[in-house]
Nanobody
Framework: LVQLVESGGGSVQAGGSLQLSCAVRGIFAHHYCMGWFRQAPGKGREGVAVIDSDGTFTMYADSVKGRFTISKDNAKSTLSLEMNSLNPDDTAQYYC?????????????????????????WGQGTRVTVSS
């Protein structure tokens, strides 16, 4: 049974920070590229950040670039998302996802290459609320 289990969500004020974690179970994390996605109320799911299987190459949505950092610890089978300088627009349900083939490589465009439909495995999500 494959399980991706997110944790670390919560409520913070604008300007604050949170760190999300995703525990990977049932698959070999070092084989999979992974990503964080989010879905705000009334909106579609969008990509936030992605990382390759080794955890060495990352890409970010323009809206979070410079504020969020994705990382992957294959030894611990864990994906993380450090979020700083949060603002109310970051309020959403955050999901981690994994896929064998949907991987970031240099010179790719983030917005046109990391659709939620490309990812095979998903967690249940963790809620992040940012108040002004």
């Amino acid at each position: 049974l494959v399980q991706l289990v997110e944790s670390g969500g919560g409520s913070v004020q604008a300007g604050g920070s949170l760190q999300l974690s995703c525990a990977v179970r049932g698959i070999f994390a070092h084989h999979y590229c992974m990503g964080w996605f989010r879905q705000a109320p009334g909106k579609g799911r969008e990509g936030v950040a992605v990382i390759d299987s080794d955890g060495t190459f990352t890409m970010y949505a323009d809206s979070v670039k410079g504020r969020f950092t994705i990382s992957k610890d294959n030894a611990k089978s864990t994906l993380s998302l450090e979020m700083n300088s949060l603002n109310p627009d970051d309020t959403a349900q955050y999901y981690c996802a994994a896929d064998l083939r949907t991987c970031p490589i240099p010179f790719m465009t983030f917005s046109s290459n990391f659709s939620p439909s490309d990812y095979e495995y998903w967690g249940q999500g963790t809620r992040v609320t940012v108040s002004s």
